[in-house]
């Protein structure tokens, strides 16, 4: 099976389903790629673009790849959930972001393991505590393990898991622990 054919089922899995309303967006990047990466969900530029990791968000990962020295084009960037989780704004009415809850997570979670099973990647990298449950398939916390490769009992040996990006603009305390964790992280990508 090929991206392109998963995608088709998701989407149609979707309009049979409660999120028959939203919009999906779906992972993009290097089909072969030795890097993976995985966020939590789309927000709403991401939704608006119909591409992850966009706007801000993007902005940090364009930041967090060069620290990599890697390009977008050369990993693929998906997310754990394939649609915006919003909630309405008590003051405006908008739409905002919200964390995914378990019921969209357990959702899209054989769509992600399907969807690395494809890319096939050499490192999965998960950023932040969603992505890295729904990929390990444990309840463990970036806390726990951040920077380094992650042992679980499924079939990735190659978890390594990373603050979200976007933990570092609300908690600069975490800069140079995210920064020692890319180092390492580094060191790993240079040994492909």
């Known amino acids: 099976m090929k991206v392109d054919e998963l995608n088709i089922e998701i989407r149609a899995h979707m309009l049979e389903s409660e999120y028959a309303h939203k919009s999906p967006v779906f992972g993009e990047g290097k089909i072969s790629a030795k890097i993976a990466l995985v966020g939590e969900a789309p927000g709403g530029e991401e939704e608006k673009a119909g591409r992850p990791f966009v706007g ?13 020295n890697l390009s977008r084009d050369e990993v ?12 309405p704004s008590p003051k405006t009415g908008r739409e905002l972001n919200r964390t995914p809850n378990l019921q969209e997570i357990e959702f899209f979670n054989p769509y992600l393991h399907r969807e690395l099973e494809i890319i096939a990647p050499n490192y999965i990298v998960t950023l932040g505590n969603i992505p890295l ?3 390990s398939g444990q309840d463990i916390k970036i806390g ?8 679980t009992p499924c079939a990735y040996e190659n978890i390594f898991a990373l603050y979200h990006p976007a933990a ?6 975490l800069k140079n622990i995210y920064i020692n964790d890319l180092e390492k992280l580094r060191e790993l990508i240079a040994k492909l």
């Open 168 to 173: 570092v603009i609300y908690n600069q305390s």
């Open 56 to 68: 801000k968000a993007g902005k940090n990962l364009t930041e967090f790849l060069s620290h990599l």
């Open 144 to 151: 726990d393990c951040h920077g380094r490769l992650v042992k």
């Open 133 to 135: 449950r729904a990929v």
């Open 76 to 87: 693929y960037i998906t997310n754990a959930v394939k649609l915006r989780p919003s909630k």
